[in-house]
């Protein structure tokens, strides 16, 4: 049974980091024409591209995306629920839902995160991969920047985004059941 749910778990997540991550490169205003920006529209473009012809963005949230992503959750939910022989409660699965694209959301800016540290150490800065990394997580270690004193050429930055991100996360782990 263990495997059963680890590997529903996995699917469920992988493909909402997916969806999760063509939200975030469209919000950031990521280039489009990069290889990993590029496999994302294709994985996601199946089932985003018939929901925005129902859908519409409001500004530049792009709803379809965040629908889906919702929808992926709560059938990750489902799936767990109907394997494990438990309630399904369709208000409970729409919180749920919320709450797990939102820890998952959480997940997916740490390991951007950590890619871009770990690159930072080891890469010139000419790759497409690394460029798009930088547009993902520069708004939100910018702020931090601004915040922390120098520190000697080190940027701690990166180090205090984990920490936040990992605490409220934490945080999240109290109210979902599939954890």
Do not use: C
Not at 5 to 25: A, D, K, P
Not at 52 to 68: E, F
Not at 104 to 120: D, H, N, P
């Amino acid at each position: 049974m263990n495997a059963m749910v680890f590997l529903i778990s996995t699917i469920f997540n992988l493909y909402l980091m997916v969806v999760l991550l063509r939200f975030w490169l469209q919000l950031s205003k990521a280039d489009f024409y990069n290889p990993l920006s590029q496999f994302v529209v294709k994985a996601t473009h199946p089932l985003i591209g018939p929901m925005r012809r129902i859908i519409p963005s409001v500004g530049s949230i792009d709803v379809a995306t965040l629908i889906l992503a919702l929808l992926v959750a709560m059938g990750k939910y489902l799936a767990l629920s109907l394997l494990l022989g438990g309630n399904i409660n369709p208000l409970g699965m729409i919180i749920i839902g919320a709450l797990s694209v939102l820890k998952e959301f959480l997940t997916l800016v740490f390991w951007v995160l950590i890619m871009r540290a770990i690159l930072s150490w080891v890469s010139q800065g000419g790759s497409p991969f690394e460029y798009v990394l930088h547009q993902l997580t520069e708004p939100l270690l910018s702020p931090i920047r601004r915040v922390l004193p120098p520190m000697g050429g080190m940027d701690l930055s990166v180090l205090v985004a984990i920490i936040g991100l990992k605490f409220v996360e934490m945080l999240l782990a109290d109210f979902l059941p599939f954890y």
